[in-house]
């Protein structure tokens, strides 16, 4: 009987994470003091990295002693990752059952007292969703006999190839797990642990098709210099059946030669290795072109080739710099010298460049970002910060036992146990416990400042404490093989390029630079792109978990609130529901969080990841590899379970994503600076409360709460009401006023310093900013926060584009010509002037603008630039002026179907004054309503004199992104409520009668439009369908898109979403041409010499240079709409989806007749229009 305490917490945290099971002597640890305990089925305790779904997603177990009282055993709700996208740092590959399929349950011990669901509520709530469910079931309409049919038929066939599919994917995600666990364990010199698993695996012949996990242990052995170790495994490889890679004979040289030339034999061993590689088909050359070296490597494996062939000279890989897409071949041409500038000339000297790197790089290794916060610091409560500095202290030492103790616990268990199981020390034990007490401090001074009413989900908190801890160990990995000191030489390099790219006379752009050196120093150390191992997602959860278990089970607090001040657990579990589902949340102390409320005031701490860099970004030169500068970042963002598109770029040639690449580098590399004017006054007003009419949030202590009441049932349930309502208001206030002391803090942080933002994009191609606070892809006052860091003259037209800029930003003649815009600007001038002057106590004309602190940004420019000695031509400009996509995804439509009517419409052809599509499919609508109410139609005579722009604007706006009629239904009847003279009963009616005419309307001026979206709905429903496959294409540019939308999100085994892939594909495509669109503009703008940044359809550069920029923009939109967009699409959708002919010419079944409609629809480009895209260059409002 194990009766220390200490031993029960540790024993519980590693049955917890399924390392280790405990014995039938061992008491129920008592309430309070664990949490959540993962069992699998069989009573083992070990992690099952392959899972075929997440751990959380757990069956409730009943007590194993219905009358045991010494501790708490209830349900958990199957909790799973929160519905939005989080931003991912680092890559993974899917989740599926492996050789295992064990039942995976889940029992709740010990949940704090203090619960904002109690059992009994969550019991009740999973009972109404029973019944819904049992309702919903007893209510749909029995199947169609057809459908049956069809369904008899095929289940066989359809369970066999999901079945065989299913076992595709789990062997591909099982070696993934294990080549990362035998790594782990070769590493920490755990070789025995990693060849007993190996041996046990290999036995069963079972998952090793291919050579992925011998090489993950030959890569270890060699650099052991054990060649009995290799010798063992090349056996294994050789009995089995499997085929030997260029890795596997990569790993055996380098270990011969490590041995000493005095050896008998060695010679006999290569000799026998180069035989090996003739009959294989291999080339040794080949081994230095494809393979990756890490220290020494390269040589050593030269070495030991020459042991048979003495004369032998490894050679290097060349590395394609060029693109293929046709669309970008001007661009492979040699740069014009004059073409090229740097933009950050005159700004940094070199030596500052080479300091702000050091800068840069020591924050991302360090992790956390400590900044001043800029709320009143004589608010600051001095004794509240001191108390919460000793209780951090107190702390330290308390995380510091545990680490110790867990770990030791843990590895006590590892090292005791020989099953054939994966274990997760190994991954543990690659960091000190120093570095887990630093990563779990920073931990907590997070979760402190985490809100009382909402966070996370505790999924998120443990996937993303996972996820530093794998940072963690591959920066450290780096400076072990010494791949961090030649990073550092290297990038230094590309630092004293990027201040002068044409000093050396070879003008490159930052990715063919970066490539440059690469190969330059190829020969020197480390490959700096050799292939780094992703831990598994289960991985990271279950790391995540076991760190988590010692912030919940040791870290106390003195409760002020009870008699005796007792301790209290800091952090609690919490549900929170979320639709039907109760979400485990973690809660803070509410002590703890009127402590941390003072830390606030004083400073803030920020993930490194999630600021703007000091110095230029890493160019993306591989679809891993770019962003900042050792902390990891996604090229795509995507959910954890979405492996198909990752797999995709896996397998895309290099050359096809340097357009995507070079783009994403181009916005990168553009230096920011802070509008100090700007951020002076927003933080004035922040810390004088806020200003609704200026959209700066107010602090939630303004909010009154409501007036306590006594009365009756009825009053009580009113008052009920106005106090969740208060409550959630609450919430959401403080959610603002904490987004925007972040952001003027980061700001006023990055004060008088140059900054870049790294740019990472969507699965569709879309890109942002990879810093979520402070970035120009925001609202209006974090947009007017920015400007470029290199200025530019106004020159002879500049003035006059920053004049119809402030015009632009007021949103008030938005169909006038550029002439009237002027004139008007002419005119409103001592109002510019005065909002310059006296924001606050003058007129403040600036306020009354759509986009207020953009515009006041504007003011004050018009103002320095009159008031320049030299004249306006002459003044520096740093503002950016933004040119928008007239309705951007209609364009792209009337394009893609040439319709004359509806590309006029969107100005895709020349004017003399703007057109609006909005007005112009209102009288459209106007004279439909006209017709029907002179036929005596009664709800059109009620809408007389209602139908306007503003009224039929959002379903305009929204039908590009597939809006359906009950959506627009829903979009009129917001508009209608607000007109006068209409009962509910006839805004319902009228709704439904207005977005009929405007998707008439809209058709009759984009008939083609409308054939292709019709064409892009019934393509993705029948590949989804008939196919059973995610519906995928190839941008203009070279990016594979997969739609990441299956039955089951966290499952991607699981059959498509038919409804999500068939309502998604129309915006998504039009969404990844609009993203074409933009990466073509920004390339031919960064081979001008123009500064360019974007915020997907709305495209910024200098005063100077508006019109320039312009004339690229108009360039590209017709060069990338020359292509034949529909007639590609097609050819790649029959190649992925179609059947072939000879498999379904005589197959009459419902399946087959599916497959032949499936084959004639994707064959079926629809018709174009008669539009001439070439009028598009001569359209001053294309964008404007």
Not at 685 to 703: C, H, M, R, T, V
Not at 1016 to 1035: D, P, R, Y
Not at 1042 to 1051: G, L, R
């Given at each position: 009987?194990?009766?220390?305490?200490?031993?029960?917490?540790?024993?519980?945290?590693?049955?917890?994470?399924?390392?280790?099971?405990?014995?039938?002597?061992?008491?129920?640890?008592?309430?309070?003091?664990?949490?959540?305990?993962?069992?699998?089925?069989?009573?083992?305790?070990?992690?099952?990295?392959?899972?075929?779904?997440?751990?959380?997603?757990?069956?409730?177990?009943?007590?194993?002693?219905?009358?045991?009282?010494?501790?708490?055993?209830?349900?958990?709700?199957?909790?799973?990752?929160?519905?939005?996208?989080?931003?991912?740092?680092?890559?993974?590959?899917?989740?599926?059952?492996?050789?295992?399929?064990?039942?995976?349950?889940?029992?709740?011990?010990?949940?704090?007292?203090?619960?904002?669901?109690?059992?009994?509520?969550?019991?009740?709530?999973?009972?109404?969703?029973?019944?819904?469910?049992?309702?919903?079931?007893?209510?749909?309409?029995?199947?169609?006999?057809?459908?049956?049919?069809?369904?008899?038929?095929?289940?066989?066939?359809?369970?066999?190839?999901?079945?065989?599919?299913?076992?595709?994917?789990k062997e591909i995600a099982f070696r993934f797990s294990l080549k990362s666990y035998l790594t782990m364990c070769m590493q920490q010199?755990?070789?025995?642990?990693?060849?007993?698993?190996?041996?046990?695996?290999?036995?069963?012949?079972?998952?090793?098709?291919?050579?992925?996990?011998?090489?993950?242990?030959?890569?270890?052995?060699?650099?052991?210099?054990?060649?009995?170790?290799?010798?063992?495994?090349?056996?294994?490889?050789?009995?089995?059946?499997?085929?030997?890679?260029?890795?596997?004979?990569?790993?055996?040289?380098?270990?011969?030669?490590?041995?000493?030339?005095?050896?008998?034999?060695?010679?006999?061993?290569?000799?026998?290795?180069?035989?090996?590689?003739?009959?294989?088909?291999?080339?040794?050359?080949?081994?230095?072109?494809?393979c990756k070296f890490t220290g020494n490597h390269r040589e050593l494996a030269a070495k030991g080739i020459r042991l048979a062939m003495?004369?032998?000279?490894?050679?290097?890989?060349?590395?394609?710099?060029?693109?293929?897409?046709?669309?970008?071949?001007?661009?492979?041409?040699?740069?014009?010298?004059?073409?090229?500038?740097?933009?950050?000339?005159?700004?940094?000297?070199?030596?500052?460049?080479?300091?702000?790197?050091?800068?840069?790089?020591?924050?991302?290794?360090?992790?956390?970002?400590?900044?001043?916060?800029?709320?009143?610091?004589?608010?600051?409560?001095?004794?509240?910060?001191?108390?919460?500095?000793?209780?951090?202290?107190?702390?330290?030492?308390?995380?510091?036992?545990?680490?110790?103790?867990?770990?030791?616990?843990?590895?006590?268990?590892?090292?005791?146990?020989?099953?054939?199981?994966?274990?997760?020390?190994?991954?543990?034990?690659?960091?000190?416990?120093?570095?887990?007490?630093?990563?779990?401090?920073?931990?907590?001074?997070?979760?402190?400042?985490?809100?009382?009413?909402?966070?996370?989900?505790?999924?998120?908190?443990?996937?993303?404490?996972?996820?530093?801890?794998?940072?963690?160990?591959?920066?450290?990995?780096?400076?072990?093989?010494?791949?961090?000191?030649?990073?550092?030489?290297?990038?230094?390099?590309?630092?004293?390029?990027?201040?002068?790219?044409?000093?050396?006379?070879?003008?490159?752009?930052?990715?063919?630079?970066?490539?440059?050196?690469?190969?330059?120093?190829?020969?020197?150390?480390?490959?700096?792109?050799?292939?780094?191992?992703?831990?598994?997602?289960?991985?990271?959860?279950?790391?995540?978990?076991?760190?988590?278990?010692?912030?919940?089970?040791?870290?106390?607090?003195?409760?002020?609130?009870?008699?005796?001040?007792?301790?209290?657990?800091?952090?609690?579990?919490?549900?929170?529901?979320?639709?039907?589902?109760?979400?485990?949340?973690?809660?803070?102390?509410?002590?703890?969080?009127?402590?941390?409320?003072?830390?606030?005031?004083?400073?803030?701490?920020?993930?490194?990841?999630?600021?703007?860099?000091?110095?230029?970004?890493?160019?993306?030169?591989?679809?891993?590899?770019?962003?900042?500068?050792?902390?990891?970042?996604?090229?795509?963002?995507?959910?954890?379970?979405?492996?198909?598109?990752?797999?995709?770029?896996?397998?895309?040639?290099?050359?096809?994503?340097?357009?995507?690449?070079?783009?994403?580098?181009?916005?990168?590399?553009?230096?920011?600076?802070?509008?100090?004017?700007?951020?002076?006054?927003?933080?004035?007003?922040?810390?004088?409360?806020?200003?609704?009419?200026?959209?700066?949030?107010?602090?939630?202590?303004?909010?009154?709460?409501?007036?306590?009441?006594?009365?009756?049932?009825?009053?009580?349930?009113?008052?009920?009401?106005?106090?969740?309502?208060?409550?959630?208001?609450?919430?959401?206030?403080?959610?603002?006023?904490?987004?925007?002391?972040?952001?003027?803090?980061?700001?006023?942080?990055?004060?008088?310093?140059?900054?870049?933002?790294?740019?990472?994009?969507?699965?569709?191609?879309?890109?942002?900013?990879?810093?979520?606070?402070?970035?120009?892809?925001?609202?209006?006052?974090?947009?007017?926060?920015?400007?470029?860091?290199?200025?530019?003259?106004?020159?002879?037209?500049?003035?006059?584009?920053?004049?119809?800029?402030?015009?632009?930003?007021?949103?008030?003649?938005?169909?006038?010509?550029?002439?009237?815009?002027?004139?008007?600007?002419?005119?409103?001038?001592?109002?510019?002037?005065?909002?310059?002057?006296?924001?606050?106590?003058?007129?403040?004309?600036?306020?009354?603008?759509?986009?207020?602190?953009?515009?006041?940004?504007?003011?004050?420019?018009?103002?320095?630039?009159?008031?320049?000695?030299?004249?306006?031509?002459?003044?520096?400009?740093?503002?950016?002026?933004?040119?928008?996509?007239?309705?951007?995804?209609?364009?792209?439509?009337?394009?893609?179907?040439?319709?004359?009517?509806?590309?006029?419409?969107?100005?895709?052809?020349?004017?003399?004054?703007?057109?609006?599509?909005?007005?112009?499919?209102?009288?459209?609508?106007?004279?439909?309503?006209?017709?029907?109410?002179?036929?005596?139609?009664?709800?059109?005579?009620?809408?007389?004199?209602?139908?306007?722009?503003?009224?039929?604007?959002?379903?305009?706006?929204?039908?590009?992104?597939?809006?359906?009629?009950?959506?627009?239904?829903?979009?009129?009847?917001?508009?209608?409520?607000?007109?006068?003279?209409?009962?509910?009963?006839?805004?319902?009616?009228?709704?439904?009668?207005?977005?009929?005419?405007?998707?008439?309307?809209?058709?009759?001026?984009?008939?083609?439009?409308?054939?292709?979206?019709?064409?892009?709905?019934?393509?993705?429903?029948?590949?989804?369908?008939?196919?059973?496959?995610?519906?995928?294409?190839?941008?203009?540019?070279?990016?594979?898109?997969?739609?990441?939308?299956?039955?089951?999100?966290?499952?991607?085994?699981?059959?498509?979403?038919?409804?999500?892939?068939?309502?998604?594909?129309?915006?998504?495509?039009?969404?990844?041409?609009?993203?074409?669109?933009?990466?073509?503009?920004?390339?031919?703008?960064?081979?001008?010499?123009?500064?360019?940044?974007?915020?997907?359809?709305?495209?910024?550069?200098?005063?100077?240079?508006?019109?320039?920029?312009?004339?690229?923009?108009?360039?590209?939109?017709?060069?990338?709409?020359?292509?034949?967009?529909l007639e590609d699409l097609s050819k790649f959708m029959v190649s992925q989806f179609a059947s072939r002919a000879s498999d379904i010419?005589?197959?009459?079944?419902?399946?087959?007749?599916?497959?032949?409609?499936?084959?004639?629809?994707?064959?079926?480009?629809?018709?174009?229009?008669?539009?001439?895209?070439?009028?598009?260059?001569?359209?001053?409002?294309?964008?404007?």
């Amino acid at each position: 009987m194990i009766s220390c305490r200490n031993c029960l917490a540790t024993l519980a945290i590693l049955q917890r994470l399924k390392v280790f099971k405990l014995p039938s002597t061992v008491a129920v640890i008592p309430a309070n003091t664990f949490k959540t305990i993962h069992v699998n089925g069989n009573g083992s305790g070990y992690m099952n990295f392959s899972s075929s779904k997440p751990n959380c997603r757990a069956t409730s177990v009943k007590s194993r002693d219905q009358n045991d009282t010494t501790g708490k055993i209830c349900e958990e709700e199957g909790e799973l990752p929160e519905e939005e996208i989080e931003e991912i740092h680092g890559d993974y590959l899917p989740n599926f059952p492996s050789e295992a399929s064990e039942e995976t349950e889940t029992v709740l011990e010990g949940v704090p007292t203090i619960v904002e669901m109690p059992k009994e509520k969550m019991k009740k709530q999973r009972q109404v969703v029973s019944k819904m469910g049992s309702e919903i079931k007893t209510s749909k309409p029995k199947a169609k006999s057809a459908e049956k049919k069809m369904c008899n038929q095929n289940s066989i066939e359809e369970s066999q190839a999901a079945a065989v599919e299913l076992e595709k994917k789990k062997e591909i995600a099982f070696r993934f797990s294990l080549k990362s666990y035998l790594t782990m364990c070769m590493q920490q010199n755990m070789v025995y642990k990693a060849m007993i698993l190996l041996r046990n695996y290999h036995a069963e012949k079972k998952y090793f098709k291919s050579s992925l996990v011998y090489d993950a242990v030959l890569r270890e052995a060699s650099s052991r210099c054990s060649w009995k170790l290799i010798k063992e495994v090349v056996q294994m490889m050789e009995q089995g059946g499997i085929p030997f890679s260029l890795d596997s004979f990569a790993a055996c040289f380098i270990c011969l030669g490590r041995r000493s030339e005095k050896e008998i034999g060695l010679e006999a061993l290569a000799e026998n290795l180069l035989d090996k590689m003739d009959f294989c088909g291999l080339n040794v050359e080949d081994i230095f072109q494809s393979c990756k070296f890490t220290g020494n490597h390269r040589e050593l494996a030269a070495k030991g080739i020459r042991l048979a062939m003495p004369n032998f000279q490894p050679g290097f890989p060349s590395v394609p710099l060029t693109y293929t897409t046709p669309l970008l071949a001007a661009l492979n041409e040699m740069t014009v010298e004059s073409e090229v500038t740097s933009n950050i000339e005159g700004l940094l000297k070199e030596e500052n460049l080479t300091q702000l790197a050091a800068e840069q790089l020591k924050s991302e290794m360090s992790g956390v970002v400590f900044i001043k916060s800029i709320t009143n610091s004589s608010s600051v409560d001095n004794q509240a910060i001191s108390d919460m500095e000793k209780l951090e202290l107190e702390w330290l030492e308390v995380i510091r036992e545990a680490i110790v103790r867990d770990l030791s616990m843990c590895k006590a268990q590892f090292e005791s146990t020989r099953r054939k199981t994966l274990h997760i020390y190994p991954f543990l034990a690659i960091l000190s416990a120093s570095d887990y007490v630093r990563l779990l401090t920073q931990e907590v001074q997070m979760l402190s400042g985490t809100s009382d009413l909402f966070s996370p989900s505790m999924h998120i908190f443990c996937r993303n404490l996972g996820l530093k801890v794998m940072r963690e160990a591959r920066i450290q990995r780096k400076k072990e093989n010494g791949q961090l000191e030649k990073f550092q030489h290297l990038y230094n390099r590309y630092c004293q390029w990027y201040l002068h790219p044409t000093k050396n006379g070879k003008l490159f752009n930052p990715r063919q630079m970066w490539q440059q050196l690469l190969v330059q120093f190829q020969n020197e150390g480390s490959d700096l792109d050799y292939e780094e191992i992703f831990w598994p997602h289960s991985v990271v959860q279950s790391v995540g978990q076991f760190l988590y278990n010692i912030i919940l089970s040791n870290l106390k607090i003195a409760d002020h609130t009870s008699e005796g001040a007792k301790l209290s657990p800091a952090f609690y579990i919490v549900f929170r529901t979320k639709g039907v589902k109760a979400i485990r949340e973690i809660k803070p102390h509410p002590q703890l969080v009127k402590l941390y409320d003072e830390i606030r005031k004083k400073k803030l701490s920020f993930d490194a990841s999630l600021l703007p860099m000091v110095s230029p970004p890493l160019p993306w030169h591989t679809h891993r590899q770019g962003g900042y500068l050792v902390t990891d970042v996604s090229l795509v963002r995507l959910p954890p379970y979405a492996s198909q598109q990752r797999l995709r770029l896996e397998n895309t040639p290099a050359q096809q994503l340097y357009p995507a690449l070079d783009a994403l580098n181009a916005l990168g590399t553009i230096p920011w600076q802070i509008n100090g004017a700007i951020l002076d006054l927003a933080i004035k007003i922040f810390n004088s409360n806020g200003s609704k009419e200026l959209d700066i949030p107010q602090p939630p202590s303004a909010l009154s709460p409501p007036t306590p009441v006594t009365g009756d049932g009825s009053i009580k349930a009113k008052a009920f009401k106005e106090r969740t309502a208060y409550k959630r208001r609450k919430a959401e206030m403080y959610s603002l006023w904490c987004d925007t002391l972040y952001r003027l803090s980061l700001a006023n942080h990055f004060r008088d310093k140059i900054f870049w933002l790294p740019h990472n994009m969507d699965f569709r191609g879309r890109v942002y900013p990879c810093s979520p606070h402070l970035t120009h892809l925001s609202h209006d006052m974090a947009r007017s926060l920015l400007y470029f860091a290199h200025g530019k003259q106004l020159g002879a037209e500049g003035f006059n584009w920053l004049k119809l800029h402030v015009i632009n930003l007021t949103g008030t003649k938005k169909r006038e010509p550029v002439s009237e815009r002027l004139r008007y600007a002419e005119e409103i001038l001592p109002e510019i002037l005065d909002s310059a002057d006296n924001p606050l106590t003058g007129r403040k004309w600036w306020v009354k603008s759509d986009e207020p602190w953009q515009t006041l940004a504007a003011c004050m420019e018009v103002a320095a630039a009159l008031r320049c000695p030299e004249g306006p031509a002459a003044y520096v400009c740093h503002l950016p002026i933004h040119q928008d996509g007239s309705c951007n995804g209609l364009q792209h439509y009337a394009a893609l179907g040439r319709d004359q009517v509806g590309a006029e419409s969107v100005n895709l052809a020349p004017a003399e004054r703007p057109q609006d599509v909005y007005s112009n499919v209102a009288t459209l609508v106007e004279r439909e309503r006209a017709k029907d109410a002179a036929n005596d139609v009664e709800i059109a005579q009620l809408l007389a004199g209602q139908i306007s722009r503003k009224v039929i604007k959002q379903t305009v706006m929204t039908t590009v992104y597939g809006v359906t009629r009950y959506g627009a239904r829903l979009q009129i009847a917001k508009q209608l409520k607000e007109l006068p003279g209409l009962s509910p009963e006839q805004v319902n009616i009228g709704a439904s009668y207005l977005a009929d005419k405007t998707f008439q309307s809209l058709q009759e001026m984009f008939t083609s439009a409308k054939e292709i979206q019709d064409w892009f709905t019934e393509s993705a429903k029948l590949i989804s369908t008939v196919a059973g496959e995610n519906v995928e294409w190839i941008t203009p540019v070279g990016l594979p898109v997969v739609q990441p939308y299956n039955k089951n999100p966290y499952d991607e085994t699981s059959r498509p979403n038919v409804m999500k892939q068939r309502n998604a594909f129309p915006p998504n495509f039009i969404h990844s041409l609009d993203s074409s669109h933009m990466m073509l503009t920004a390339l031919h703008c960064q081979r001008k010499g123009i500064t360019f940044a974007s915020i997907h359809d709305c495209f910024w550069t200098h005063p100077c240079t508006v019109n320039e920029m312009n004339k690229i923009c108009r360039q590209q939109f017709v060069s990338l709409h020359s292509q034949p967009i529909l007639e590609d699409l097609s050819k790649f959708m029959v190649s992925q989806f179609a059947s072939r002919a000879s498999d379904i010419a005589e197959d009459e079944s419902p399946k087959g007749l599916a497959r032949h409609r499936l084959n004639q629809i994707l064959r079926e480009v629809p018709r174009r229009g008669v539009f001439d895209l070439r009028l598009v260059l001569e359209s001053v409002y294309f964008f404007s």
